[in-house]
DNA sequence: CATGAATGAGATTTCATTCAT
DNA sequence: TATGAATGAAATCTCATTCAT
C-alpha cells in the first residue's frame, strides 16, 4: 500500500475496528452526546436565542466540534426535539406492557408534565420560531404516536378516559399542560391543583 | 376677537388644550398604536424573530420613530405584552357586569382561546425568552387579577366552576390551553374537543 | 394693504420696531445666548459627541430651535468657539491699556490658564476634530491677534518676555499649557508649579 | 521520531508549545497587532469619530475581527492607548541606563513632541471623549511613572532641571507641549521655539 | 419663531457558519 | 476529527437634520 502524502485521512489499514479509530469514534459520540445534553439544558432555561458559541463551550468543545455534528442550528434543536419524542415514546412503550390501563394512563401524563417542569420550553419554543419537524422526526413521531395510542386506547377501554379524543387531542392537552405546570415555575401545590383539573377534563364526562 | 395675522405661535389664552398641539400629539399617538398593533400581528405570526426594521417598515414608519416611542426592542415587546393583558381586563370587567356568571366564564375562556388561535405566541414566546416584565407590567396584572378574580368567584359561587381553585390555577390553565390551542394550528373539530377537555376539567368534579 | 392668507410671515404693517416684534428678538437672542453658553459647558465637560438634542434640552428649547440659530452642529461649534475667541480678545484689549506690561501680560495668561482649567477643551476638541474655522472666526481672531500682538510686545520692549518669540508661538504655548491645566484636573499646587514653568519658559533667557 | 500520518491533532507529547498550536495564535496575534497599528495611526490622523468598519478594512479584516479582539470600540481605543504609553515607557526606560542625564532627558522630551507631531491627538481626544482609562491602564501608567520618575531625577542630580517638580509636572507639561506641537501643525520653526521654551521653563530658574 | 415627532443614513455589535491549522 | 479565528450579513440603535403643526 503506498504511503500517501498530502491528503490526511485516516488510515485504512487500521480499518473501522480498531482500538485508535474506535477510541476517536467514542470520544464524536461522547461529544454528540454531551452537546446535545447541554443543547437541551440551555435551550429549556434560556430560550432558542442562545448562541451556538455559548452552547459549545458549556459542552467543553470547540464551536466547528458542535457544526461538525450539527450542521445548522436548526439541526441541532431538531437533533433535541428528536430526543425528548424519543425518549417520551420509549417510556410509552414501556409502560403500555403494564395492566391497570387508567393508572398507567394518568402516570405517564403526571411524569410528563413533571419532566416539563424543569426541560421543555423546547417543544414551545419550536412551535413559535416556525421550524418544520414534520420530515426530519417523522420516524419518531410515528413511534410516539403508535405508544400513545396504545395506552390512550387502554385507558379508554378501561372506562379511564373519555372516548370522545384521539391522541391529536390528547396531545393538545399534553403540550397545553406543559406549558400551564411551567408557567407555575415550580409551585408544587398549584401544580398538583391544576395537572388534577387536566386529568379531571380527560375523565369520561358523568 | 380679532383674526391673527403674523407669527403662528400656540395662545396661551387657549391653554395646553388646544388643537394645534394636541394634533401632532394625536399624529405620534397614531404611530405608536400603528405600530403596536402591527408588531402585535407579526411577533405573532411570525415570532419575536423579526428585525425591528420590518415592523417599522410594515407599521409605515421609518425606523427611527419606531425607537422613539420604543427605546429598544424589549421595550416594544413588553409594550405588545401589556397592550394585551389589558384587553383581557377590559374584556373580563365587562363580562363580570352580566348575569349568569356560569355562562359568561365559559364565555370568556373560549373568547380567549380564540384569540389565541390567531395572536398570542407572544406571551410563550416571552417568557421562553426570559423577558422580565414582573415590574413593568405589575399594575396592569393587578388588573387583569383582580377582574379574572371576579369573573372566577361569581362563577363558583353559581356553582359553574370547581371550588378548588384559585386564579393562580385559573391563569395556568388559560396559558396552557391558549398554548394547546395554538399547536391545533386552527383545526376547528378537533381545537372545539380540546377545550371541551379543559372547560369540563374545571367544573365541579362530581 | 391687502388681507393676505395662506403664506404666514411677519405683518410688515407693524415694521421692525413694535414692541410685539421686538419682544419676539429679544426671546430668540435670549435662546441664542443661552444655547451659546449651555453648549460651550455642555461640549467643555463632556466632549464633543454630545448629542444636539441634549443641548437643546439643558437650554430648555427644542430642537428645532436650536437648529434654527445653528442650521448645523458645526456651525454651533464654531459659535462657540468664536464666543470664547471674542470673550480673549476683549480682555486682551482691556489689558493692554494698563501700565506694567510685563505684569499684566502674566496677569492675562494666568487668567487664560485659570479658565481653561473648568471650560475649554472645546479647542482641543475642535482641532482634534478637523473643524475649520479658518473662514468664519477671521475677524474674531484678527481682533485676537492683534489684541495679544500689543500685549506681547508692549511685555517684549519691557524686558518681561524673551524677544526671539512671536504671536504664533505664544498662541502655542497657551493652547498646550491650557491642556497642561486641564490635565491635572484642578489640583492648585500642581497647576501653580506648572503655569510657572510655562511662565519662566517665556522670561528672557539668561 | 517517526513521521505521523493520519488524524491531525495537537500532539500532547508536545505540550501547548507546538508550532501548530502557535501558528493559528500567531496569525491571531498578527491580525491583533495590524488593528492596533492602523487604529492608532487612522485615530491620530483622522480623529475618534472614523468608523470601526474603516479601521477593520484597512487593517485588511473582517469587522467580525475587529470585534474579535476588541469586542467594543471603546476596548480598542483604551488598547491603542495603552500600546501607547507602552512604548513611551520602553524607550524611557532604554534612555534611564544611558550616561549624561541632562542630554538624555532633552532628547526623551524632543522625541515624545516628535511623536506628538503625527501621532497623538489620542490623549487629547480619549481625555475629551470622557474615556476613563484609570483603571485598565494602571500597570502600564505604573510603569512610564517609575521610568520617568528615574529618567527626571537624574537629570535633576546633575542640574539640568529644575528641582521643584515633580512626574506630575513633568508629565503635565509634556501633555501640554504635545498639544502645542499639534496645534503647530508641522511648522518646524515655530515647533522649535516653541520646543525650546518648555525646555527652558524646565531649566532651574537663575 | 418654537416645537418635537419623524426620518434614515450610518454606526456599533452579534452570531451562524466556514475553513485553515 | 477538533479547534477557534475569521467572516460578513443582518440586527439593533443613534443622532443630525427636516418639516408639519
Redesign the pocket.
Known amino acids: 500500500m503506498p504511503v500517501r502524502y498530502g491528503v490526511?485521512?485516516?488510515n485504512p489499514q487500521y480499518g473501522v475496528e480498531t482500538p485508535v479509530?474506535k477510541r476517536?469514534?467514542a470520544?464524536?459520540r461522547?461529544?454528540?452526546a454531551r452537546l446535545l445534553a447541554v443543547a437541551e439544558d440551555i435551550f429549556a432555561t434560556r430560550g432558542l436565542?442562545?448562541?451556538?458559541?455559548?452552547?459549545?463551550?458549556a459542552a467543553?468543545?470547540?464551536?466547528?466540534?458542535?457544526?461538525?455534528?450539527?450542521?445548522?442550528?436548526?439541526?441541532?434543536l431538531e437533533a433535541v426535539f428528536v430526543e425528548r419524542l424519543s425518549a417520551l415514546a420509549d417510556e410509552a412503550n414501556a409502560l403500555a406492557l403494564a395492566p391497570e390501563p387508567g393508572e398507567v394512563f394518568v402516570a405517564f401524563i403526571r411524569d410528563v408534565l413533571l419532566q416539563a417542569r424543569s426541560k421543555s420550553a423546547i417543544a414551545d419554543a419550536l412551535a413559535s420560531a416556525g421550524v418544520d419537524l414534520q420530515h426530519t422526526a417523522a420516524d419518531v413521531k410515528a413511534e410516539l404516536n403508535s405508544a400513545l395510542e396504545r395506552l390512550l386506547s387502554n385507558a379508554q377501554r378501561a372506562g379511564a378516559v373519555r372516548d370522545d379524543i384521539s391522541i391529536a387531542e390528547l396531545l393538545a392537552v399534553l403540550v397545553g399542560a406543559s406549558r400551564a405546570v411551567q408557567h407555575l415555575g415550580g409551585n408544587a401545590e398549584l401544580e398538583a391543583r391544576t395537572i388534577t383539573i387536566f386529568l379531571d377534563g380527560l375523565r369520561p364526562p358523568t
Chains 1, 2, 3, 4 share one sequence.
Open positions: 490526511v485521512t485516516p479509530v476517536l469514534r470520544d464524536a461522547r461529544n454528540r436565542t442562545v448562541s451556538t458559541e455559548e452552547i459549545a463551550a467543553g468543545v470547540g464551536i466547528g466540534t458542535l457544526f461538525r455534528h450539527f450542521p445548522t442550528k436548526e439541526a441541532l
